[in-house]
């Protein structure tokens, strides 16, 4: 087992190399700059897989929701623009982690455990984590457009551990530390539908396999029985995932689902984070009502995926937030919804990650025939 994982991890490495290129003078164009975009991501991916609090098992890093899954996910889209033939450094570390984790699942210790985090912090770290590596490499493959052995050996890993009793059956277990909006309340449902974003993303006609479909059936029926009483960042999430399977919406709701989130746009043509769930912050302080770059990209992005076109009034409002608010180093904005951070700290970005990631996905994605 440890032969064939160094094996997978230097097949990683070895088909990637170096980054962004030195001279980027013509890698800005007048709408956004790809270049200091791609450049903020991985400084902050380098910093949280190099973070002590970030450490794991294994000589592994934890796969955050808000930094390096959407590292995972947006950074891909920017190589081609920048002139990059293979993956950055950041993307090689990452990869190889979550090549290790796959590989020695059965050796590598949950990224929290009861012992140490409380009660059911084992399984939902478990759960959480089997559909955040299936998703991440579904993501590279979906690039290259052929599914390794290692992607299927995560969703291997993933499918067991969905429940198939109680209340969330269909679903996985799911962190919750009650910190919104990726380990709260809610984000159980949030992580079903990331679930189904990876089979819907993973090439080869994965998702028409005949062993998978009873699971991606109680998959599909649990979105489908849950939907109506999500908040909206939820709602958001299936329509994400309905670009690739087929039912997890109705036209009904789909129709109500663009209202519901045209409402939501705001005068200057983004959306803000504070108003996509029941949110309140732990110390009591008002939420952050202003346009945000996390929900602007996600809704974006979304949209996006599920067919909407890009000359559309709304997308082109959202686009033109999107690159009027990026920020001089690359990033976007967005404010925690836990609570008041030092901005200065590096924690307090965590949110301004996951905005940098999205938004970066969904200009991107704008211009995509």
Request: hydrophobic share 40%; net charge neutral; charged share 20%.
């Given at each position: ?13 070895l ?13 800005s ?80 210790q ?23 590596n ?16 290692i ?22 277990d ?63 999430g ?18 109500a ?7 939501h746009?705001?005068?200057?043509g ?83 990650d ?16």
């Amino acid at each position: 087992m440890r032969i064939r994982c160094i094996g997978l991890i230097t097949s990683v490495l070895l088909t990637a190399s170096s980054a962004l290129a030195a001279d980027h003078k013509d890698l800005s164009v007048s709408d956004w700059n790809r270049f200091t975009a791609a450049q903020y991501l991985d400084a902050r991916q380098q910093w949280w897989m190099d973070w002590p609090k970030a450490q794991r098992d294994h000589e592994t890093a934890c796969v955050s929701c808000h930094t390096a899954l959407p590292y995972a996910m947006a950074r891909p889209s920017l190589r081609e623009p920048l002139g990059n033939q293979t993956l950055s450094t950041q993307e090689q570390r990452m990869l190889g982690y979550v090549v290790k984790r796959v590989t020695l699942w059965r050796e590598v210790q949950p990224f929290y455990t009861d012992e140490k985090s409380g009660p059911r912090k084992s399984p939902e770290s478990r759960g959480t984590e089997a559909v955040l590596n299936a998703l991440v490499l579904a993501r590279y493959d979906n690039a290259s457009g052929h599914m390794r052995q290692i992607t299927k050996d995560a969703f291997t890993n993933m499918w067991p551990l969905q429940l198939t009793t109680g209340e969330e059956k269909g679903s996985w277990d799911w962190l919750n530390f009650h910190n919104a909006p990726w380990e709260s309340n809610e984000s159980h449902y949030w992580g079903a539908t990331l679930a189904a974003v990876a089979v819907g993303i993973t090439p080869d006609n994965y998702r028409a396999r005949h062993e998978i479909q009873p699971q991606l059936a109680l998959l599909s029926e649990y979105l489908n029985r849950d939907y109506d009483n999500q908040p909206l960042i939820n709602r958001v999430g299936v329509l994400w995932a309905s670009a690739r399977i087929p039912g997890l919406l109705t036209p009904a709701q789909r129709m109500a689902l663009l209202k519901d989130i045209a409402r939501h746009q705001q005068t200057d043509g983004g959306w803000t984070t504070a108003t996509l769930g029941p949110w309140k912050r732990k110390d009591d302080t008002s939420l952050d009502t202003a346009s945000d770059g996390y929900a602007t990209g996600l809704i974006v992005y979304a949209m996006r995926q599920a067919g909407i076109p890009a000359s559309s009034a709304a997308m082109q409002q959202g686009r033109k937030w999107l690159i009027a608010n990026q920020a001089a180093d690359g990033h976007w904005n967005a404010i925690s919804l836990n609570k008041q951070r030092e901005s200065t700290a590096d924690p307090a970005k965590f949110m301004s990650d996951a905005a940098t990631a999205y938004a970066s996905l969904a200009l991107s994605s704008l211009q995509e025939p």
